[in-house]
């Protein structure tokens, strides 16, 4: 199983972070051991002061596929979750600084929170509505329809590079909004109304 995530896919992000708007996927991927599930707490790192959360829809694959082509991209993914893409921030910056890959900042122990899966809504080209509170309060809130790379074109790009099976995720980029927590935080996700994500800072 594998667990890729795309970066500054969401134009007032990408702003937010001061970098430039991307002109393809930036893909990265994160091992399974990123996992976090069934709402278990995130336990903060001794290796960072700075955590940041980044809410995402998760696409789960749901068949096999290399170079798939735009008109059965659809056909790849059948369910869909929320995501916490948990990141090192200042160690992302010391390895930005000095052009070194950041995969400590991103892909270490339990980064990739996932809530449990529900179906992919029939009307999902419409745009899927989601925000997050953190101690109650929205800090974020993201819609689809926003998307630089919508899931069909990831599946289609991804796949260039990369054999999808049944099982991989892809997580498919972070709304404004992004920001640190700390502990003691509690972090609750929601796709419209619907409440599937909790993730409390220990």
């Not at 995969?103 to 929170?113: G, R, T």
């Not at 974020?140 to 289609?156: A, H, R, S, V, W």
């Not at 049944?166 to 980029?173: A, K």
Request: hydrophobic fraction near 35%.
């Amino acid at each position: 199983m594998k667990i890729f995530c795309i970066g500054r896919n969401y134009a007032e992000h990408a702003k937010e972070l001061k970098n430039a708007i991307p002109t393809s996927p930036i893909i990265f991927m994160k091992p399974p051991t990123a996992l976090l599930l069934d709402n278990q707490p995130f336990y903060y790192p001794e290796f960072s002061n700075d955590i940041h959360y980044e809410l995402e829809i998760v696409l789960r694959i749901c068949k096999n596929g290399k170079h798939v082509q735009p008109n059965f991209a659809s056909t790849y993914f059948d369910k869909i979750a929320l995501g916490i893409d948990f990141t090192a921030r200042d160690l992302q910056e010391k390895c930005k600084e000095k052009g070194h890959p950041w995969e400590i900042a991103k892909a270490f122990d339990q980064s990739a929170v996932l809530s449990k899966m529900v179906d992919l809504p029939n009307n999902y080209a419409d745009g899927l509505v989601f925000h997050l509170l953190k101690n109650g309060e929205i800090v974020q809130n993201g819609n689809t329809k926003d998307l630089i790379f919508p899931f069909e074109d990831l599946i289609c790009h991804i796949s260039k590079y990369f054999t999808l099976q049944q099982g991989d995720l892809i997580y498919t980029g972070t709304p404004s909004g992004v920001g640190p927590v700390k502990i003691g935080d509690k972090l609750e996700g929601y796709i419209g109304e619907n409440h599937l994500l909790s993730c409390e800072v220990k």
